[in-house]
């Protein structure tokens, strides 16, 4: 059982690269999450996604795309990256029942803009 | 936006205090979860509450949802070293079923 895995776990851009941040986890959780979090700040929701097939923009969406290739991956793509995208980038998944939490997060993705 | 705020922005403690922090908002949450990261990995869910006025604890760790649900709070009790890390409120607005946002985070230093 990986849990939430994140592909790549390093990764540095030249302003107007892109590239597709890749998310998978095997708990069959419903929804999943990608988050953005800067030195000395919380994470800000960039996308999520109530389950396969939906997908939304949370705080923070300028600049990304998300796929919801099914329910186990969850890919959040930069277009065109610029340096203000520079940030630990963190997927994660949930599922609720009854009263009840499970969520985990990956390991983070470090992303560099040049 | 939606926004949460987290107090205090950071604390020092000796090794066997009590802690207390809150997480407070404007708007009306239906869920608030309380998380702890270490550094370099991702947060990890401590503590989930559902209804106002709602008391939960995890081991050494109290969080309750605020009668008003605008609030919540999250006590350690007996500090120890492996307490170190940044504490992340999140909440689910009344309005949203599945969008989990995140306040700033209360930074804890222990201090043996």
């Known amino acids: 059982n990986a849990g939430v895995t994140q592909t790549p776990k390093f990764q540095v851009l030249k302003t107007g690269q892109s590239m597709t941040l890749q998310c998978a986890q095997d708990m069959n959780h419903n929804s999943m999450y990608w988050y953005r979090q800067d030195p000395g700040m919380g994470l800000r929701l960039i996308y999520y996604s109530a389950s396969e097939g939906t997908t939304d923009k949370g705080e923070v969406p300028n600049g990304y795309n998300v796929s919801r290739l099914n329910k186990r991956e969850f890919s959040l793509r930069l277009e065109s990256a610029a340096p203000s995208q520079t940030s630990v980038y963190f997927c994660a998944s949930r599922f609720f029942l009854a009263g009840g939490d499970e969520q985990f997060f990956g390991p983070g993705t470090r992303l560099t803009v040049l | ?112």
């Open chain 2, 1 to 112: 936006g939606q926004q949460l705020n987290q107090s205090p922005q950071s604390m020092f403690i000796q090794e066997g205090e009590d802690v207390s922090m809150n997480c407070t908002s404007s708007s009306i949450f239906n869920t608030w979860l309380w998380y702890k990261q270490d550094p370099g990995e991702g947060p990890v869910l401590l503590i989930a509450l559902y209804k106002a006025g709602e008391l939960t604890s995890n081991g050494r760790l109290t969080a309750q949802f605020g009668i008003t649900r605008k609030d919540s709070f999250l006590n350690i009790s007996a500090s120890i070293p492996s307490d170190v890390g940044i504490y992340f409120c999140a909440g689910l607005l009344k309005t949203s079923y599945d969008k989990v946002i995140f306040g700033p985070g209360t930074s804890l230093s222990v201090i043996p």
